[in-house]
Each structure stands twice: as C-alpha cells, then as structure tokens.
C-alpha cells in the first residue's frame, strides 16, 4: 500500500515532464513554420532575377538560389516530422541567409548594369566618332578592295553595337564597338596617311615654286599659264600674272596620288604645256586640251618606282592627260583628267593655246578638302584616346 502511494506522485511527475517535453517545442515556436522569412526570401530572389542578377551578378545570384534550396529542403523535412519534434530554426535561419545574399545580387546587378551600360554607351559613341571620320575619308579618297572592306565592317559592326546597345547587351555592344572602332582607325590611317602628302612641309614647298614660276611665267610673257590645284578642286587661269578667272574642277578618282603609271586612276602633278586643241567631235568628251604628260620627269620618277619593286616592270607611265568638258560633277571620276562643267570648257578652251603652260600641283598650302580631312580624323582619333 505503501510503496503504492509512492508509484502514484512519480506517475503524475512523468506525465507533467512528457507533457512538458512535447509542449516546449510548441510554446517557444520552434514547431511554427517561419512562413514570413520564407516568402521574403522568394521575393527578394524574384526582385533579384528582375534587376537581371542571374545576369550581372550570377556567381552571387547563384549562390542565394543555393541557400534558398538548402532553406526549401530543410523547411520540407520539419513539416513532415511529428509536431513536436519539428524544429524550423535552422530553415528560417538559411531563409534569412539567402533573402540577405538575394537583396546583395540585385543591388550588384544594377551597378554592374550601369557601368556597362555606361561603357557601352562611350565605346559606341567613340567608334562612332572614328567611323563617321573614316567615312568622310573614304568618300573623297579612292579606296582598295581591302581598304572598302574594312569601311563596311566597321559600318557594320557599329549598326550591330548600336542594335544590342538599344537591347540592353551592353557588353556585346562593348566589345562590337571596340572592333568598329579599330577597323575605322585602321582605315582612317591609312587614308590619312595617303592624303597627309597633301600637308608635307617639303612637297607643299616645291608646289609653291612651280606655280610661282608659272605665274612669273605669264607676268614676263603677258601671256596665258593655267595652274590647277587638286587639294581645292580649282582651275585658275592667269594673263600677265594676274588672275583672270577661277573655277571649280574634277580630277583623277585617285585624287591624293600623283600619277605614276597607265591605270592608277590618278591625276599627273608637275609642269606641262598644252600641245593639242580638240574641238567638239575631236576628243571623247565635249572640248580638251591635251598636255604632254608623260614628261620627262614622269618617265624617271615611273624607272625609279619600277627599280623599287613598286608597280610591275612592264608598267607604262600612260597619257591622254587633257583638260575636257563633260565635268562640274562635284566628285572625282576622272581616269587622270582634269575636268569642267561644258560652259567653263569654252572659257579655258578659248583663253587657252598651243603652248599654255600648265601647272598642276596638289596644294598650294592654302588648306584643301585632303588637309582638312586629315585633321578631322586626327581629332577624332584624340577623342577616342589614340
């Protein structure tokens, strides 16, 4: 009976602590599923994925949708578990965890996406800078077969950058750009290098002389000497050294090369004479005066390249160099010709005579088309930071 009335107390004592045991879980809400770090977490992965953190910030991106796969499968595990043995600390702990990291990818992303964007936007607008000069270039100065390719893939790939630009891959317009950018310089300096004997100290000297001796020329005879400057695209006639009249010209495709041989596509620069008069029906085009390019300097300048592996053995210097009408294009087309509009023809035609002097030269110093467009293209290659 005894030991009876001591069985009972320990009986109620067990009860009260196996009660309190399975309850203790419940009263200090370790058994609650943490519902609210749950949804935060998805949410700030959401939000994250939507300012393109997968994107611009992925190894942090990543590393937040692992934590939130850890906190998932943990939170999973606790909810199938007896009530009272379920524990959430841990998941809401790692939701925590992976909202934290989420909420750090998304404000890396849009950084890294105005950086880029800003990177893009100064390569695209730089290349820009260095095509648009390329391109004026190329349109005043005959381009190689290798020289146009170069032209339309830069053209090309500054479209392409321009495109992805405007579709937020800033760093595929980056990298399209830069290319842009290089094949433009490329061309550019080749161009301007062609074109920079137009802004030589030594050559635009020597220039100078010939059209002063053309002009002292026609002041001791009083007599008619043409000078034609192809940097300016001007024909100017003189009588008695004083000028009587100015016109615009075409010349030689080819138009920043002295002419060396039979097919360059370029206009002779030196001292030469009219040696024949073509009227209408003489000559291929409206009127001509015809000059007796090759001279002799032509002849030895054309030896000497030949010696120098620089055009073919078997090149010929050509001929049929004239002043004809059929021009006034605004744009030079000519196979070495100089060439006028119809009306300025029958001026230079009457004005001239067997024997004129003519004088063409590159530049006489005074700008020209050629010097200016190599300094635009200087000035864009500084703002591009070459």
Known sequence: MKKRWILIPVAVLAVF?????????????????????????????????????????????????????????????????????????????????????????????????ESARGSARQSVSRAKISVDASSALAATIHLSRE??????????????????????????????????????????????????????????????????????????????????????????????????????????????SDKLRSGDGATPEGKYTVVQKKGRGQSKYYKALLIDYPNSLDKKELQEAKRKGLVPRNATPGGLIEIHGDGGRGNDWTQGCVAVSNDLMDKIFDAAEVGTPVTIVGSDGDGGVFQELVLRFQEARRARGG
């Not at 943990?74 to 009530?83: A, I, N, P």
């Not at 500054?158 to 094949?183: F, N």
């Open 147 to 256: 020289e146009r390719s170069l032209l339309n893939r830069s053209r090309l790939f500054l479209s392409r950058a321009e495109d992805r630009q405007r579709d937020g891959h800033y760093d595929e317009a980056r990298q399209l750009a830069e290319k842009a950018a290089v094949w433009a310089e490329d061309l550019g300096t080749r161009c301007a290098e062609r074109a920079a004997r137009y802004t030589q100290g030594p050559l635009v000297r020597s220039w100078r002389r010939m059209v002063q001796e053309t002009i002292e020329w026609s002041r001791r005879t009083g007599k008619t000497a043409i000078v034609v400057t192809k940097a300016n695209h001007r024909l100017m006639i003189y009588r008695g050294g004083v000028v009587r009249a100015t016109y615009p010209c075409d010349i030689g495709y080819n138009n920043v």
């Open 17 to 113: 602590s196996a009660a309190f045991f399975f309850s203790w879980p419940i009263l200090t809400g370790k058994t609650t599923p943490p519902e609210a770090a749950r949804h935060l977490a998805l949410r700030a992965i959401e939000d994250a994925r939507a300012h393109g953190a997968d994107s611009w910030a992925a190894e942090r991106f990543r590393e937040a949708e692992t934590r939130l796969a850890e906190a998932l499968t943990e939170y999973r595990t606790q909810e199938v578990r007896f009530l009272p043995m379920r524990d959430f600390a841990a998941a809401e702990s790692v939701f925590v965890l992976a909202e934290a990291i989420a909420h750090e990818a998304a404000e890396g992303a849009v950084s890294s996406k």
